[in-house]
T-cell receptor, first 113, second 113 residues
């Protein structure tokens, strides 16, 4: 596989469930990102990892817990979510340094019941 | 705080027309600006990236310009086709060590056959 792959593509969960989103990149990049895309709002950066270390947490509630075990994989662990957390969650990767474009996966569409 | 605005929010044109999408940003101290395309239910595809020292970038029928001092960028699409129908997003990266992107809300483009 090439590019950035996200699983699952769709997820429906109750507010008391625990689930995880997975992202894998096959581009040899060393930076990975989680974004949230809600209807009629700009994409919001959630977390940034450079060389497996978290360098940015954009005031994200603790019910979202990221994990980056290596430069190719990124997870977003979810627990006790709220209805307003329903959104498209996008993962991206790039080279550290920022003068190269970020490459995005197709996202996980999350619905909270 | 950097804010990115895209006008118009939606645009419908007949096939074959040349068109311009606009992006403005409030803080001119940017590192680069990136244009993306997003198809329904999909992630973002990078179209063009303009470094702060550059004035424009071209790829095929697409041309993006950057006027950093006035806080503006335009995406010019020549000879539009129905396959160009998508949401177009611009994003700016601030200066310094961060590789954080700030996104606009996008322009939804429909090219009518």
């Amino acid at each position: 596989e090439t590019g950035v792959t996200q699983t699952p593509r769709h997820l429906v969960m109750g507010m008391t469930n625990k689930k995880s989103l997975k992202c894998e990149q096959h581009l040899g990049h060393n930076a990975m990102y989680w974004y949230k895309q809600s209807a009629k709002k700009p994409l919001e950066l959630m977390f940034v990892y450079n060389f497996k270390e978290q360098t940015e947490n954009n005031s994200v509630p603790s019910r979202f817990s990221p994990e980056c075990p290596n430069s190719s994989h990124l997870f977003l662990h979810l627990h006790t979510l709220q209805p307003e957390d329903s959104a498209l969650y996008l993962c991206a990767s790039s080279q550290v340094g920022g003068d190269q474009p970020q490459h995005f996966g197709d996202g996980t569409r999350l619905s909270i019941l | 705080k950097q804010e990115v605005t895209q006008i118009p929010a939606a645009l419908s044109v007949p096939e074959g027309e040349n068109l311009v999408l606009n992006c403005s940003f409030t803080d001119s101290a940017i590192y680069n600006l990136q244009w993306f395309r997003q198809d329904p239910g999909k992630g973002l595809t990078s179209l063009l990236l303009i470094q702060s020292s550059q004035r424009e970038q071209t790829s095929g029928r697409l041309n993006a310009s950057l006027d950093k001092s006035s806080g503006r960028s335009t995406l010019y699409i020549a000879a539009s086709q129905p396959g160009d129908s998508a949401t177009y997003l611009c994003a700016v990266r601030g200066g310094g060590a961060t590789n954080k992107l700030i996104f606009g809300t996008g322009t939804l483009l429909a090219v009518q056959p």
